[in-house]
């Protein structure tokens, strides 16, 4: 075949797209689209990265919030203290734990965040 696809036009198709690339390259477009790709991988990545963090910081939020409203439930005497005790305790469980699902959900790690 000498490189030439079955419809005969594969060497043609390939030289063109050497030509649209080395023009590209002598223009400086070739290096623009490369920064402008890496530029949005990076901002990409800083993004997910602030995302993480701020979920990070949310659940050492909900767990000083499970923390005290346990505190709160022992030191509770009366019955509607109790009463509002337990609900306080069972609502900060609640999101903990769903804080916690979420960051196993996409892998957050206390390790990778201090890199």
């Known amino acids: 075949m000498n490189g030439i696809a079955a419809n005969g036009k594969g060497a043609v ?3 063109i797209v050497l030509v649209v690339i080395r023009k590209m ?5 070739g290096m623009a689209w490369w920064k402008w790709w890496n530029r949005d991988a990076r901002v990409l990545l800083e993004q997910t990265v602030s995302e993480k963090m701020l979920l990070y910081r949310e659940i050492c939020v909900a767990k000083r919030e499970w923390e005290n409203a346990h505190a709160l439930f022992q030191e509770a005497t009366e019955v509607d203290e109790i009463d509002y005790a337990i609900y306080l305790l069972e609502a900060t469980e ?3 734990d769903m804080l916690i ?8 790690s206390v390790l990778m965040l201090n890199a």
């Open 25 to 29: 390259d002598k223009e400086g477009l």
């Open 13 to 15: 198709d390939t030289i």
């Open 101 to 108: 699902k979420k960051a196993k959900r996409i892998q957050l």
């Open 94 to 96: 609640k999101r903990y």
